[in-house]
């Protein structure tokens, strides 16, 4: 997805509802943006993200889970399906844009079959 706010491009991303499990979440945020129904396949990494300082001084950190999910029907459907984003576009992994290294580090866990991973990226 290619963000409205920043212009970069980032896997989709989204915040969990009050009540709702990760793997919902990530199916819903999925359909949001992209159009695109998804099926949960495994957890990633998780991980704490932060602390994020707002422009009014709010300080948050969040609890950040990756998820690796697959495409259930037609994934050429793909677009940005909200006002969150700008475009939608499917890449090969060795012709991706260019990403945070989070997000990097983040489709490096989903190319291994490793288990899933706690703690910072970095670690």
């Not at 706010?5 to 992209?34: C, F, L, M, N």
Request: with cysteine; proline share 7%; net charge negative.
């Amino acid at each position: 997805m290619r963000r409205a706010d920043t212009g970069a491009w980032t896997p989709v991303t989204g915040i969990v509802d009050p009540g709702e499990q990760p793997d919902a979440t990530a199916v819903r945020e999925i359909a949001e943006e992209t159009g695109v129904d998804a099926k949960v396949n495994r957890v990633l990494r998780v991980w704490a993200v932060g602390p994020v300082t707002y422009p009014n001084g709010n300080v948050a950190s969040y609890m950040d889970t990756a998820l690796l999910c697959r495409v259930v029907g037609e994934p050429g459907c793909a677009h940005a399906a909200d006002d969150e984003n700008t475009d939608a576009h499917w890449f090969s992994v060795d012709r991706l844009p260019e990403l945070s290294e989070r997000f990097r580090q983040t489709i490096t866990a989903a190319l291994d079959n490793g288990p899933t991973r706690i703690g910072h990226p970095s670690q």
